[in-house]
């Protein structure tokens, strides 16, 4: 089956920091790939969707220049929390989209942020 | 804007009794599928349905797709505690975006 994997699984930063996020898909190409953020006890929001090659699209409220999304490759896309703050903190899920597989996402386990 | 409301939001039953969550929407979807994510992990897709009416079961889990497509439900039989999770239902909107319910934590008390 497909497979997404997220490093680091969490992270402990000091507020003012930027941490760096990525997500891969380990056997096979995505075409698109997809930023979740959850906050605990409640729902998936998502943040931003990226294609491979292109500036990522953003949901309503959410900052482009504080999460920086990189999609380099078809395999791999980077989210960047700049200067981190107590808020931030939060459980970030990315998940890909596998060409010819409709509206079927693969979600990674999630990266826990936590921001002192 | 489409919205998916789940109810209950919270669970809580002792071992082998039923439980039914509901999903509906104002909106029509091509498509809803149900999730089931524990602490710290990524959610894990349980089912797919997509046809108006559409029945499917997974051991003890029953899912059915509204006739309309606006609804869905869950039904868990004999729940166990490893059944204890949060469940999800979500649906497509905007070229392979995906919307999600508010979702419902279930806990089994064995």
């Known amino acids: 089956g497909a497979v997404v994997s997220q490093h680091p699984s969490r992270v402990i930063c000091k507020s003012g920091t930027s941490v760096k996020i990525e997500c891969r898909s380990l056997?096979?190409?995505?075409?698109?790939m997809f930023w979740y953020r959850q906050f605990p006890k409640q729902s998936l929001m998502l943040m931003a969707t990226?294609?491979?090659?292109?500036?990522?699209?953003?949901e309503q409220g959410v900052e482009k220049d504080k999460f920086l999304i990189n999609h380099a490759s078809l395999t791999l896309s980077t989210l960047t929390v700049t200067s981190a703050h107590p808020e931030d903190s939060s459980f970030y899920i990315c998940?890909?989209?596998?060409?010819?597989?409709?509206?079927?996402?693969?979600f990674g386990p999630g990266t826990r942020l936590l921001v002192l | 804007t489409q919205l998916l409301e789940q109810s209950p939001q919270f669970l809580s039953i002792q071992e082998g009794e039923n439980l039914t969550v509901y999903c509906n929407s104002s909106s029509v979807f091509s498509s809803l599928q149900w999730y089931r994510q524990e602490p710290g992990e990524g959610p894990v897709l349980l089912v797919t349905v997509v046809t108006g009416g559409e029945v499917k079961k997974l051991k003890r889990l029953t899912f059915q797709f509204g006739d309309a497509r606006k609804d869905s439900s869950l039904h868990i039989t004999a729940a166990q505690p490893g059944d204890t999770g949060l469940y999800l239902c979500?649906?497509?909107?905007?070229?392979?975006?995906?919307?999600f319910g508010q979702g419902t934590t279930l806990q089994v008390k064995p």
């Open positions: 990226s294609n491979e090659g292109s500036k990522a699209t953003y």
């Open positions: 998940s890909a989209g596998l060409a010819g597989a409709g509206e079927t996402q693969y």
């Open positions: 056997d096979f190409q995505a075409t698109t």
């Open positions: 979500a649906g497509p909107y905007n070229t392979g975006k995906l919307i």
